[in-house]
């Protein structure tokens, strides 16, 4: 069974600058929450430990293996391959696979 220590947890949430406070609010629990957690009293979830790992490193694959090298890094979505996607750059995306799909479903097997 996994665990993290109170000092393990506390480091963590230091490390991403935030007090207990703007942690307790960033991971939408109490104030109180994050206390218990800090001093121990109360088991941390993984979530809260995987969502803090994801803002101080940016780092996706704490969320899910099969993000594994995709990273967030200011405004940009980083591929392992190191092509930077922007917020502009990607709202189209959803609209480009279903274009795909449409004209894959469409023209399937014509030649």
């Known amino acids: 069974m996994w665990l993290v220590s109170a000092e ?3 480091e963590l949430r230091l490390s991403c600058l935030l007090s207990r406070r703007t942690a307790a609010a960033f991971l939408g629990v109490s104030v109180d929450t994050v206390r218990r957690w800090d ?3 109360q088991r941390v979830p993984w979530a809260a ?8 490193l940016g780092d996706l694959g704490a969320l899910a293996p099969a993000w594994d090298g995709w990273r967030i890094d200011g405004d940009a ?8 996607y922007r917020v502009g750059e990607v ?3 959803g609209l480009l696979v279903a274009q795909a799909r449409a004209f894959r479903e469409r023209h399937d097997g014509v030649r």
């Open 39 to 41: 001093r121990g009293r």
């Open 8 to 10: 393990g947890f506390r």
């Open 49 to 56: 430990v995987r969502l803090l790992r994801l803002k101080r």
């Open 91 to 93: 709202a189209w995306w």
């Open 77 to 84: 979505l980083w591929s392992p391959e190191g092509f930077a």
